[in-house]
Structures are given as C-alpha cells and as structure tokens.
C-alpha cells in the first residue's frame, strides 16, 4: 500500500552534518504527512518531525534544534542533520500518514524500514 525507503544515514564525526531522504510510493491520501521517527539504541521509537505536503505549520511538524525536515513537489521528505552529536546515533525511520493522523497518542500507520545514523566523538 505505502512504501517508504530511506537513504543518506552513515558514519559521521560529531559536529558533521547528515541529509536523510525518503521515497514514497502510495496514495497521496496515504502520504498526506510523512516525516521522521528515530530509535536510539535500548530505547523505544520517537518523533523527530513530520510535515504535511501542504507545509503548513502545525503541531505536527515541529522540528527541534539542530534538524530541519522538508518535502519537495514529488513523495519525498528529507531531514536535514547538523551539528550531530553522538546520542543522535540511533536508526532513523521514513513515516507516513493520513491527514487524520499526527504523531500525539498514535504511532505513523507507514514505515520504512530505517537508515542508520552512527556519530563518533
């Protein structure tokens, strides 16, 4: 139904900087908000930002620090990765979903299956 690949993880100094993408295939009802998750390792899976493809601004697409995300016109988003430290270091997951879903109360219904961010000291 949806399929979210991810790609740009990799091996970084701390400081260094990082560009995650992800490719959608779905329905564009499908992949209304899409954005990203992370899980460090030993703990569970959180939000770091989703965006609508309207990019209007909402609870929703609150991007903390250091990370930018953004979309383009295709079915794809980025995440931007600056000044990385090393508990940045954990596997990050494309999500998707409906304009009903924002991440508060309910995990993403789509998933990619994760690219991996190491950062060394």
């Known amino acids: 139904q949806v399929q979210l690949v991810e790609s740009g993880g990799g091996l970084v100094q701390a400081g260094e900087s990082l560009r995650l993408s992800c490719a959608a295939s779905?329905?564009?009802?499908?992949?209304?908000?899409m954005g990203w998750y992370w899980q460090a390792p030993g703990k569970q899976r959180e939000m770091v930002a989703v965006?609508?493809?309207?990019?209007?601004p909402t609870d929703a697409d609150s991007v903390k620090g250091r990370f930018t995300i953004s979309r383009d016109s295709a079915k794809m988003v980025y995440l931007q990765m600056n000044s990385l430290k090393p508990e940045d270091t954990g596997v990050y997951y494309c999500?998707?979903?409906?304009?009903?879903?924002?991440?508060?109360?309910?995990?993403?219904?789509?998933w990619g299956q994760g690219t991996q961010v190491t950062v060394s000291s």
């Open positions: 965006m609508p493809r309207s990019n209007r």
């Open positions: 999500v998707a979903g409906p304009s009903s879903w924002t991440p508060r109360g309910r995990p993403p219904p789509y």
């Open positions: 779905g329905s564009l009802y499908s992949t209304h908000n």
